[in-house]
């Protein structure tokens, strides 16, 4: 995969949680996690390389801090439209 993307859980109507996905390698798992944010965690790959963001606090979660994430990554920022399913959420 080499685009980012969001994907949001639901449950009851409202989210739960919600993981922005990073580019990654078909076979690419996680196999670390590390905290980042508060209500933010990193997932590795092997080699250390970052694969996605798990958001579990959607509600408290902005695209500021997402981005200050990204940004300690080496990554692109997330665009205001690629968080904008989260707010509606």
Do not use: C, W
Request: charged letters at 25%; zero cysteines.
């Amino acid at each position: 995969m080499q685009d980012s993307y969001l994907e949001i859980t639901f449950r009851h109507g409202r989210a739960l949680a919600a993981y922005y996905y990073l580019p990654r390698r078909a076979d690419d798992v996680s196999i670390r996690t590390e905290a980042a944010e508060a209500g933010m965690l990193v997932d590795y790959a092997r080699g250390g390389r970052p694969i996605g963001i798990e958001i579990t606090a959607p509600t408290r979660a902005s695209l500021a801090a997402l981005n200050r994430i990204l940004k300690s990554l080496g990554l692109e920022p997330a665009r205001r439209e690629d968080f904008a399913p989260l707010r509606a959420a």
